[in-house]
T-cell receptor, first 112, second 117 residues
């Protein structure tokens, strides 16, 4: 089954404790993105990747890192999480150029 | 400048009626794509429909159709024969093809649709 998977689905952590949210897709898509969703703001892009070893900043990259060592995986790293990073996070992948983005199920992160 | 505007925070519609969710956009790129996604209370993002800027006809997918008015820069979603399961948040999104950010979707703030009996 074609899908984007994210882990964990739910995470509660404390300020400053490094964490990684994994994202994997099995559709051989070149493009992958991370979004955060906050009430009243819709989804905002954090980082995206056009291919292996090619990543770039989206609209809200501060406090986040990503890597793309393999085509299928695109982890999101929070080196020192803060409460303002409490949010619902989505990973997505797509082909180029006018194709839909397939979204993962979301990761709800709470930083205390 | 906000590129996608959804002016209706919430909408109500009776079951079996049609409803239009508004979306306007702003871009100087002549080549772009417009998307609508549905987010039910369970949280997942479900792709509904796509319209390319050069498509001559309005996109349709089952009960969903996109009323694309290019000159007015609007891409309204029309849901016909509403069902209770249509109750969800709906997001309009745009991808600009020639700006170098084609992998990015810019989202509106969403419209929450409630279908009533």
């Amino acid at each position: 089954e074609a899908q984007v998977t994210q882990n964990p689905r739910y995470l509660i952590t404390v300020t400053g404790k490094k964490l990684t949210v994994t994202c994997s897709q099995n559709m051989n898509h070149e493009y992958m993105s991370w979004y955060r969703q906050d009430p009243g703001l819709g989804l905002r892009q954090i980082y995206y990747s056009m291919n292996v070893e090619v990543t770039d900043k989206g609209d809200v990259p501060e406090g986040y890192k990503v890597s793309r060592k393999e085509k299928r995986n695109f982890p999101l790293i929070l080196e020192s999480p803060s409460p303002n990073q409490t949010s619902l996070y989505f990973c997505a992948s797509s082909l180029w150029p006018n194709n839909e983005q397939f979204f993962g199920p979301g990761t709800r992160l709470t930083v205390l | 400048a906000q590129k996608i505007t959804q002016t209706q925070p919430g909408m109500f519609v009776q079951e079996k009626e049609a409803v239009t969710l508004d979306c306007t956009y702003d871009t100087s790129d002549p080549s772009y794509g417009l998307f609508w996604y549905k987010q039910p209370s369970s949280g997942e993002m479900i792709f509904l429909i796509y319209q390319g800027s050069y498509d001559q006809q309005n996109a349709t997918e089952g009960r969903y159709s996109l009323n694309f008015q290019k000159a007015r820069k609007s891409a309204n979603l029309v849901i016909s024969a509403s069902q209770l399961g249509d109750s969800a948040m709906y997001f309009c999104a745009m991808r600009e093809i020639n700006t170098g950010t084609a992998s990015k979707l810019t989202f509106g703030t969403g419209t929450r649709l409630q279908v009533t009996l």
